[in-house]
């Protein structure tokens, strides 16, 4: 910050009327016009105007001294056309010369005192409280401004977050966040408490509503997506399972549904359905998967069954030694009582292929000697 306030120029604040500026370049007038401007220009894009920012801004773009600005602005308070702020709350001139005294670099803000009609606050107020915001009860209107401006800019960092997730992962809602972030954009582009007061009233009828989207859709992307992750992968898995799935009238509806929800562009309001249904099809999923696994588990017992068999025959008609026709059979046999710890049909599969090959090729080099 390349302002810093001097002790002497802080001693030196007349509080009351603006006093009289001898020795300028520009007039009064054009002071006056000067230093509300900037101050006008911080309170539109951030809400609050800071005291050391200003001083450096109005300096840059004329000779006023610092100590001169610093005092009029100290007039501007006193003509209620300002009001001083420190963390949060409003404070008189004179608190404001103290903590400046105590700490020059002290972080003392300016707002533009400018209010909307008590019945306009009012009725924010009400809205707010239905939205069951904290600060609806605050009655200055300048702390209820900056609170709300709080959690606009909130909502709208949040859910530009969410929307790029949202468009990286093909994940639902984008068409809404697309719309909350025009809503909050808009409410944001003034940040003077006047102004921002004035567009909470002329929302008062959406703003509910667009709370309460807000929150699904933060739910969703902070709670939810681990489950609709879990839900995406499923739903191919369940398809290979469609025919059996049909068979049973619970699990085929369940399914029905589920397709429609993943599908949806907005299914925030069903998500907690969504987790029901999936159960009842998850639960009939898998005892379908146990049974195929079983099967699969039978059908490679059959097959080295038949191998046994074949290679058993065969090698009785050779002349061989007994342990020699132990090493290639008894694979086999030891095989079959493995498939039933493994759980992945793959694996049972590639276990069985991969110890009938591996019989396959002693017999077939025994053959050759």
Same mark, same amino acid.
């Given at each position: 910050?390349?302002?810093?306030?001097?002790?002497?120029?802080?001693?030196?604040?007349?509080?009351?009327?603006?006093?009289?500026?001898?020795?300028?370049?520009?007039?009064?007038?054009?002071?006056?016009?000067?230093?509300?401007?900037?101050?006008?220009?911080?309170?539109?894009?951030?809400?609050?105007?800071?005291?050391?920012?200003?001083?450096?801004?109005?300096?840059?773009?004329?000779?006023?001294?610092?100590?001169?600005?610093?005092?009029?602005?100290?007039?501007?308070?006193?003509?209620?056309?300002?009001?001083?702020?420190?963390?949060?709350?409003?404070?008189?001139?004179?608190?404001?010369? $103290?903590?400046?005294?105590?700490? &020059?670099?002290?972080?003392?803000? @300016?707002?533009?005192? *400018? =209010?909307? !009609?008590? %019945? /306009?606050?009012?009725?924010?107020?009400?809205?707010?409280?239905?939205?069951?915001?904290?600060?609806?009860?605050?009655?200055?209107?300048?702390?209820?401004?900056?609170?709300?401006?709080?959690?606009?800019?909130?909502?709208?960092?949040?859910?530009?977050?969410?929307?790029?997730?949202?468009?990286?992962?093909?994940?639902?809602?984008?068409?809404?966040?697309?719309?909350?972030?025009?809503?909050?954009?808009?409410?944001?582009?003034?940040?003077?408490?006047?102004?921002?007061?004035?567009?909470?009233?002329?929302?008062?009828?959406?703003?509910?509503?667009?709370?309460?989207?807000?929150?699904?859709?933060?739910?969703?992307?902070?709670?939810?997506?681990?489950?609709?992750? $879990?839900?995406?992968?499923?739903? &191919?898995?369940?398809?290979?399972? @469609?025919?059996?799935? *049909? =068979?049973? !009238?619970? %699990? /085929?509806?369940?399914?029905?549904?589920?397709?429609?929800?993943?599908?949806?562009?907005?299914?925030?309001?069903?998500?907690?359905?969504?987790?029901?249904?999936?159960?009842?099809?998850?639960?009939?999923?898998?005892?379908?998967?146990?049974?195929?696994?079983?099967?699969?588990?039978?059908?490679?017992?059959?097959?080295?069954?038949?191998?046994?068999?074949?290679?058993?025959?065969?090698?009785?008609?050779?002349?061989?030694?007994?342990?020699?026709?132990?090493?290639?059979?008894?694979?086999?046999?030891?095989?079959?009582?493995?498939?039933?710890?493994?759980?992945?049909?793959?694996?049972?599969?590639?276990?069985?292929?991969?110890?009938?090959?591996?019989?396959?090729? $002693?017999?077939?080099?025994?053959?050759?000697?």
């Amino acid at each position: 910050m390349e302002t810093s306030l001097k002790k002497k120029w802080i001693k030196a604040i007349v509080l009351g009327p603006r006093q009289i500026l001898f020795g300028l370049e520009m007039d009064d007038a054009r002071c006056t016009d000067l230093v509300l401007s900037c101050i006008a220009e911080q309170c539109t894009m951030h809400g609050q105007a800071n005291l050391f920012d200003i001083i450096t801004a109005v300096s840059r773009r004329n000779s006023l001294p610092e100590s001169e600005i610093l005092q009029m602005i100290f007039g501007f308070v006193h003509e209620l056309k300002l009001c001083f702020y420190f963390e949060g709350r409003q404070i008189p001139a004179l608190e404001a010369k $103290q903590k400046l005294l105590d700490s &020059p670099d002290t972080d003392v803000r @300016l707002v533009l005192n *400018k =209010k909307v !009609p008590a %019945a /306009a606050f009012s009725a924010v107020q009400q809205t707010f409280q239905l939205m069951e915001m904290p600060f609806a009860d605050c009655e200055d209107q300048h702390g209820f401004a900056f609170a709300a401006l709080h959690m606009f800019a909130q909502w709208h960092y949040d859910v530009k977050t969410f929307y790029s997730r949202a468009v990286t992962g093909s994940y639902p809602g984008r068409d809404e966040m697309a719309r909350l972030l025009a809503f909050t954009g808009r409410l944001l582009q003034n940040q003077t408490a006047h102004a921002v007061l004035n567009d909470c009233f002329n929302q008062k009828n959406h703003l509910p509503a667009m709370a309460r989207k807000f929150q699904k859709i933060r739910t969703f992307y902070t709670k939810d997506i681990s489950f609709w992750d $879990q839900l995406a992968q499923a739903m &191919p898995q369940f398809g290979e399972n @469609l025919p059996h799935i *049909k =068979k049973n !009238p619970e %699990a /085929a509806a369940a399914y029905s549904q589920l397709a429609g929800i993943i599908c949806s562009p907005y299914p925030f309001d069903r998500i907690q359905t969504a987790r029901e249904l999936f159960h009842t099809v998850n639960t009939y999923h898998q005892q379908i998967e146990f049974q195929k696994l079983q099967d699969c588990r039978q059908q490679a017992k059959d097959r080295i069954d038949g191998v046994i068999t074949k290679l058993t025959a065969d090698l009785a008609t050779l002349n061989i030694d007994p342990d020699l026709r132990n090493r290639i059979l008894l694979p086999l046999r030891q095989t079959q009582k493995k498939f039933t710890s493994l759980a992945d049909i793959r694996q049972v599969n590639r276990l069985c292929r991969d110890t009938i090959d591996l019989a396959m090729d $002693q017999f077939e080099e025994l053959m050759e000697t």
